[in-house]
């Protein structure tokens, strides 16, 4: 259960491309439907980047123990091991404009060789002749936002693809060379069933990728859709569909060989998305554009969510060019985490992944004050099935862990 023999945590960059063509009904990140800033943020970006070069010269804050073999291979603090085109809809870029902020990036940026770079792409941007570009860029790892391989569940989603282009934007990236290739799908859909879910799975199965993210359809306050339902032009979602979808997935995946290393993420033994794996393990990260977020193992940092905001702050001739773009509006610049905060956040983070809390690191790293608080908070969780003890490992099992901030919450300080 507890192998981490083929896991390795490492540092990594973050970048927000906070533009789409259109929003999806669904949607609740920080994105803008039209690409008039393009230019000025590129610039704005690159700012950032060069201004934020030191921000990762920090020991690491690891979540597992230092002398574990999932730290082997990596690099040290320093050493960026992993980039992340996040979004938005980060192929809305010219693969010309990607090679640039790489440039840029691998100038400044101690960029490890290996390094697993990763763009999150739309099947409605990709053709052939893009993806090919893309390989030349030094992305090497593309997640793209299928959602759903049914007409009715794209409709529904106002997903700009259709089933066809879905399929075709895989077979293209695989023939251009992407072979590390995650998709992500969407379920508990009302337009969808038992079904049609399967369905989804086999067609996930039958492309045999080695990673798969899988999310349940939230309704985020700010959604299209949330208010559509709301005035009864959608159909409603119902709760029971997520669980029942989600059972299915679980099994479905662990038939197939996959491992369910994280509430929504499915992967091949070692393929992982060591980006994100950064998140969950606690070390440090550098999120760069607006609304990104950055950790140095000890704070975090916001940038502004809005684009001109963080255009003006890092380029305004009247500013000191350079400006911090975490100068936003209502925003906290920076949070200084307290033990406690740090002890909700690791409980939180690694309740979510296959792993799960790891006592003895608790003890060594944070007190016997904070594992025997947890130890304690744990027991009636365990008596009522809600949580699993092997060794000195808390975790969650397959069906549990669509509960998992509930479950977080009772451990709380
Ligand atoms: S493409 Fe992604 S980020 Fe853009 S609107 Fe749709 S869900 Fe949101």
């Keep these: 259960m507890q192998d981490f023999s083929y896991f390795c945590v490492m540092a990594g960059i973050y970048i927000h491309i906070p533009f789409c063509k259109s929003k999806c009904g669904y949607c609740g990140f920080y994105s803008l439907p039209s690409l008039k800033l393009k230019d000025r943020f590129l610039e704005a970006l690159k700012t950032e980047i060069v ?23 990596s690099h040290g603090p320093t050493t960026i091991n992993t980039v992340y085109f996040g979004g938005g809809t980060p192929s809305l ?23 697993e770079i990763t763009l999150e792409a739309n099947p409605d941007t990709l053709s052939p002749d893009y993806l090919q570009a893309l390989r030349e860029t030094g992305i090497n790892r593309l997640s793209i936002g299928i959602q759903s391989f049914f007409d009715n569940d794209l409709k529904y989603l106002s997903r700009r693809h259709d089933s066809a282009h879905a ?79 989600y059972e299915i997935l679980c099994q479905r ?11 929504s993420n499915f992967c091949r ?31 975090r940092q916001w940038n502004v969510s809005n684009v ?33 905060q740090q002890y909700d956040e690791y409980v939180m983070l690694r309740l979510r992944t296959h792993w799960g809390i790891d006592l003895k690191w608790l003890k060594r790293e944070m007190g016997e004050r904070f594992s025997n608080y947890c130890q304690q908070q744990a027991l009636p969780l365990i008596a009522q099935g809600r949580l699993t003890q092997t060794r000195e490992f808390l975790h969650l099992t397959d069906r549990q862990m669509l509960f998992a901030d509930g479950v977080a919450e009772e451990l709380f300080w």
């Design 269 to 299: 033994c070692g393929m992982h998305s060591k980006h994100n794996a950064s998140y969950w393990f606690g070390t440090p990260y550098l999120g760069l554009g607006p609304s990104a977020h950055s950790f140095d193992g000890a704070s």
């Design 167 to 245: 399929r075709l934007s895989i077979e293209w990236a695989l023939q251009a060379g992407f072979n590390n290739l995650s998709i992500d799908l969407i379920y508990g859909l009302p337009t969808s069933n038992a079904e049609q879910w399967n369905r989804n799975l086999d067609i996930f199965f039958e492309y045999d990728l080695p990673h798969l993210s899988a999310y349940a359809l939230t309704l985020e306050p700010n959604a299209i859709l949330t208010k559509q339902i709301e005035q009864r032009k959608a159909l409603p979602v119902n709760e029971d569909d997520a669980l029942r979808d």
């Design 93 to 115: 870029l010219g693969t010309d404009e990607i090679e640039g902020l790489m440039q840029v990036i691998k100038a400044h940026y101690p960029v490890a060789e290996n390094a």
């Design 308 to 340: 001109e905001d963080y255009c003006d702050a890092l380029l305004s001739p009247g500013r000191n060019s350079g400006a911090s773009p975490t100068v936003g509006k209502a925003l906290k610049e920076k949070e200084l985490l307290s033990p406690e």
């Design 51 to 73: 201004m934020r070069k030191d921000y990762l010269q920090h020991e690491p804050h690891c979540g597992i123990d230092p002398q574990s073999p999932a730290l082997e291979g």
């Design 253 to 263: 995946a662990k038939e197939n060989g996959y491992l369910h290393y994280e509430i």
